[in-house]
């Protein structure tokens, strides 16, 4: 035990070397020059007898023996006597052989530096980093880059050697592309600074220049169509040769240039060009054309808002002279036609051309919608388009292309800001194509009825669909009555087939007309059903409404026969002549107290229209007047059996009927308006005039855009009726009354 503690309290002491070594005072001289001649060797080409290894560790006794300082300024120092040396034999280089020999120079060095790096490694490592000096590799760059590129005469030849081949290659001559890129590459390689300050900005001031000039000469003798050619052409050059030998960081900056002086500066130029400018290419649809001018100018912070400008005061200047011009407004039916026309024409112009850009929509929509609204008959028109297509234009149609022409019209509506006479004109028609059985296809009707309501909501649609189900109940109604009928019928009624048509007041566009005197049979029929439909519906009453039936009579003369489809005027009318073979036109007045209007137009289409002539009017003349006689027409003649005689009439409104509808609107919408200004104040409690127009023309913009002095007569009626009162102490102010 005593002898371990003893070995525990033992301690070991180590003694300073007593025989120091001494080393060589020229050791750091001597090792230098070793490094120094290998590195001229690697210089000249001849390192293939080089130990790497002992010069490696010659190296690493430097540093570790504290000759790092020497080591690198003596490395320092050898770089630039080289460099002086290989600047000399470049700046000598004469004509293309320049850059060629500055690239075979560039690559020995390069070369060079990484033999020279790989056997200073551990200075690298070890001296450069603690002594923050370049390290051995960017120490070479960074000499190259002082000594030989920005050498006076080198950096200014080298400058206009490469400006001068870019020109050239601009001019279309051809250029050693790989050469190039060499270079354009050693300048990258030096540091971007040195690519952009020595090269790029001067190459890109150049380009400038060369453009400009280009684009004088361009724009005189080019059309705008192939000045745009002319223009992707250089553009897509210039991206092409920066792929080629410029560095990518150049592509934005070249093209921003090429866009600025080919395109920026000549903008307004082009789409304005007589005869090839921007409205020229719309107006012919010049697909191609239009899209390069979008591609072009997308890249300019103005450029597409300049084509959406001059593209939206076009279409709002077509589409006016189209509405206002009183040719295209003579026919409804084409008038809508060349409005959707135009609307593809641009929808298909912003697909193909404008890569469906949304801003260009925006552009086209609220272009139509202004137009559209120019005219007060463009609600009544597009009404009559649907009538139209719904009572013949569909026949034939699959349901996808029904469809189609559907959207293409609700397109048109949706532009409408009166909604309402819209509404006031469709309801009509479709109570025409109802009552007449006239209508293409159910379907159709009902999928547009949908449409309707989806845009405009349960209101606008209620009353139409009303007027289905009334068609559907009459039908109910008269198979019941028929049945009662067939048991009591008689002989004098076995030859009429009598089908009534009951609308609830108020669905229908029904006006107060005046009953004309129905032939016997047939009153005698409407009598029975009266009764009939009274005694299952107590409590109701019934008005004829004779101006809007229509009747099938069977015609025969000789060995002649016909069947005619005619208005329930045109029976009146027709059956008289059953009595007698002449009547005067006062005559047929008082035995049918037809008004004097429709029965005008009524002997009009019996006796003027060739080929549905029945009567012949005395004397011959194109209108009718109260001294006319009439007798039946025994020279009659049509191929047809069933043969349809349609009243004369304008398709559009006259211009006392257009006044009278438009104020059937203004007086709908009255209330209407007091009802929105009674629920805003009602939320609100309080509030002054002006927020109460806004409001109100907000909330009733869907249907109308109503009229602020229309507004202010309302407010004035709900004053006197108190539902609102003025402020006591601010005037402008109104108080809800609840």
């Not at 040719?327 to 959707?340: A, G, I, M, N, Y």
């Amino acid at each position: 035990m005593a002898a371990q503690g003893n070995r525990k309290n033992r301690q070991f002491k180590i003694e300073p070397f007593k025989h120091p070594v001494k080393m060589d005072p020229k050791y750091g001289e001597k090792t230098w020059k070793v490094l120094e001649d290998a590195i001229h060797e690697i210089n000249n080409h001849n390192a293939s007898g080089l130990s790497f290894e002992e010069l490696y560790r010659n190296a690493y006794n430097m540093v570790i023996n504290k000759f790092g300082d020497q080591l690198y300024s003596g490395l320092e120092e050898t770089i630039i006597k080289h460099l002086q040396f290989i600047e000399t034999k470049v700046e000598a280089a004469q004509g293309e052989s320049f850059l060629r020999e500055l690239k075979l120079r560039w690559d020995h060095h390069n070369k060079s530096m990484q033999m020279i790096r790989d056997i200073l490694m551990y200075m690298d490592r070890i001296y450069v980093k603690h002594q923050n000096k370049v390290p051995v590799h960017q120490l070479g760059l960074d000499k190259w880059r002082d000594v030989v590129v920005r050498n006076k005469k080198v950096r200014e030849r080298l400058l206009t050697t490469l400006l001068d081949l870019v020109q050239k290659e601009r001019t279309g001559e051809v250029i050693d592309r790989a050469l190039m890129r060499s270079i354009t590459m050693m300048l990258m390689d030096l540091g971007p600074v040195v690519y952009v300050e020595d090269f790029e900005k001067h190459f890109l001031a150049k380009a400038s220049e060369f453009y400009q000039a280009e684009a004088q000469c361009y724009i005189g003798s080019s059309d705008c169509p192939d000045y745009l050619k002319k223009a992707e052409k250089r553009l897509g050059e210039e991206i092409e040769r920066v792929v080629n030998y410029l560095d990518p960081s150049s592509e934005a900056h070249i093209t921003k240039v090429v866009e600025n002086e080919l395109i920026g500066k000549q903008m307004r130029a082009l789409v304005e060009m007589d005869n090839s400018g921007l409205v020229v290419l719309l107006e012919q649809a010049q697909y191609e054309d239009l899209a390069r001018m979008y591609s072009l100018f997308k890249r300019l912070d103005e450029g597409l808002n300049m084509i959406r400008t001059i593209m939206g005061e076009h279409l709002k200047s077509a589409g006016s002279a189209l509405v206002q011009d009183p040719e295209s407004t003579k026919d409804p039916v084409d008038f809508v036609h060349r409005l959707l026309a135009m609307k593809d024409k641009y929808d298909r112009i912003i697909a193909v051309s404008f890569n469906n850009d949304k801003t260009f929509q925006n552009v086209l929509n609220h272009s139509f919608e202004s137009f559209i609204n120019l005219s007060q008959r463009s609600p009544e028109y597009i009404s009559l388009f649907m009538d139209d297509k719904l009572r013949k234009g569909l026949k034939g149609m699959s349901e996808d292309d029904i469809e189609g022409v559907l959207d293409k019209v609700m397109m048109l509506f949706r532009y409408l800001q009166e909604k309402d006479v819209f509404e006031k004109y469709y309801k009509q028609h479709l109570a025409k194509r109802l009552l007449s059985g006239r209508t293409t296809s159910d379907d159709a009707e009902r999928s547009l009825l949908v449409k309707l309501k989806t845009e405009c909501g349960y209101q606008f649609t209620s009353k139409l669909e009303s007027m289905f189900t009334d068609i559907k109940t009459s039908r109910d109604t008269m198979m019941d009555f028929k049945a009662q009928d067939a048991a009591a019928s008689t002989s004098a009624s076995a030859d009429l087939d009598l089908s009534v048509q009951v609308l609830t007041t108020g669905s229908w566009p029904t006006q107060t007309a005046p009953k004309c005197t129905l032939p016997r049979e047939v009153d005698e029929a409407c009598t029975r059903f009266k009764d009939f439909y009274l005694s299952t519906h107590s409590g109701r009453k019934l008005s004829w409404q004779t101006n809007m039936g229509n009747a099938d009579i069977k015609m025969q003369w000789g060995d002649k026969k016909h069947e005619l489809n005619v208005s329930t005027y045109h029976m009146c009318i027709l059956l008289l002549f059953n009595e007698a073979d002449r009547h005067s036109y006062q005559d047929i007045l008082t035995a049918t107290a037809i008004p004097a209007g429709d029965l005008k137009r009524a002997l009009q289409s019996l006796a003027l229209v060739k080929g549905r002539n029945v009567l012949k009017k005395e004397p011959m003349g194109k209108d009718i007047s109260e001294t006319d006689v009439f007798s039946f027409n025994e020279e009659f003649h049509n191929k047809l059996y069933k043969i349809k005689i349609a009243t004369v009439s304008a398709q559009k409104e006259s211009e006392p009927e257009k006044l009278e509808t438009r104020h059937k609107v203004e007086e709908d919408r009255k209330p209407q308006i007091e009802a929105a200004i009674v629920r805003i104040m009602k939320s609100r409690r309080i509030l002054d005039h002006n927020s109460i127009v806004t409001e109100v023309t907000r909330q009733l913009a869907p249907r109308f855009l109503p009229n602020p002095a229309v507004i202010k007569k309302r407010i004035e009626s709900l004053l006197e009726r108190e539902f609102l009162e003025r402020d006591a102490t601010d005037r402008k102010l109104y108080r809800y009354l609840a």
